[in-house]
């Protein structure tokens, strides 16, 4: 009985984030589904990548969180449109809830959509809403472990952050184990070793987008 109605819930998710996609072909727009626990780096590295491609790409960005609007307020100060879902206790993001906010924004003026899910390892991942890709974020401080424990996330992503790297003199974290654990769930898994905080590594998450981005202005 539990299976069937977790079942009907995922499907009915899939048949909303199917009509998200096909809205986000018609106008064009690149998706990221930005993922990972809470604190891990998400609202940071957002910061970072608008202040190094707004001027190329225009971007949109969605914040869910379960409650305040303080990361869409730290979207907004630099500059970019950011719409704030507050998930009034729910542990994801679904595809209903993006349908909804994508109401507030001009579709065919952006080229690039950000939603930074809740933070929260396990079940963001298992709800799509529409995204080309899922995009995850593990900093060093969450321990190596976490391919082994969280795999689903690890699987269902196309892109691994492993983010907060000037903090690895402090703890027992072996990006090595990380990389390999990582690789075993997912192969494709492209990995990029980075700082928010002092930008080492950004460059090559950065050129990713761009790519993202180029091809998909070639399919208009
Ligand atoms: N040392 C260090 N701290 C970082 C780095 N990236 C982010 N932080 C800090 O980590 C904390 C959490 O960062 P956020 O970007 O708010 O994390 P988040 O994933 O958006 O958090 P939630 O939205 O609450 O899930 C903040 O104090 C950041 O300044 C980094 O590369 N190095
Ligand atoms: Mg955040
Ligand atoms: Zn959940």
């Known amino acids: 009985m539990k299976v069937s109605v977790v079942r009907d819930i995922l499907e009915a998710n899939e048949r909303i984030?199917?009509?998200?996609?096909?809205?986000?072909?018609?106008?064009n727009l690149?998706?990221?589904?930005?993922?990972?626990?809470?604190?891990?780096?998400?609202?940071?590295?957002?910061?970072r990548t608008i202040e190094a491609l707004s001027d190329e790409i225009k971007m949109g960005v969605i914040e869910g969180d379960i409650q305040s609007t303080e990361d869409a307020?730290?979207?907004?100060?630099?500059?970019?449109?950011?719409?704030?879902?507050?998930?009034?206790?729910?542990?994801?993001?679904?595809?209903n809830m993006i349908r909804d906010a994508l109401g507030e924004f001009d579709l065919n003026g952006l080229e690039l959509l950000i939603v930074e899910n809740v933070g929260n390892l396990v079940c963001p991942a298992e709800f799509n809403v529409g995204e080309d890709y899922k995009v995850m974020i593990l900093s060093v401080t969450e321990g190596d472990d976490k391919p082994a424990?969280?795999?689903?996330?690890?699987r269902e992503s196309r892109v691994?952050?492993?983010?907060?790297?000037?903090?690895?003199?402090?703890v027992d974290c072996s990006i090595d184990k990380i990389v390999e654990d990582s690789r075993?769930?997912?192969?494709?898994?492209?990995?990029?070793?980075?700082?928010?905080?002092?930008?080492?590594?950004l460059e090559g998450w950065f050129s990713w987008i761009k790519e993202q981005i180029d091809a998909n202005r070639k399919t208009d």
Request: glycine share 8%; net charge positive; hydrophobic share 40%.
């Open 73 to 95: 307020e730290r979207i907004a100060q630099k500059g970019i449109k950011a719409v704030q879902i507050n998930t009034q206790g729910a542990c994801h993001l679904d595809g």
């Open 30 to 47: 690149f998706v990221i589904n930005l993922m990972s626990s809470p604190g891990a780096g998400k609202t940071t590295l957002l910061e």
């Open 184 to 201: 075993k769930i997912n192969p494709e898994l492209e990995i990029f070793k980075v700082s928010c905080k002092t930008g080492e590594g």
């Open 160 to 170: 691994l952050i492993i983010n907060k790297i000037d903090l690895l003199p402090y």
């Open 149 to 154: 424990k969280y795999p689903l996330m690890f």
């Open 17 to 27: 984030a199917r009509q998200n996609r096909e809205l986000f072909k018609r106008s």
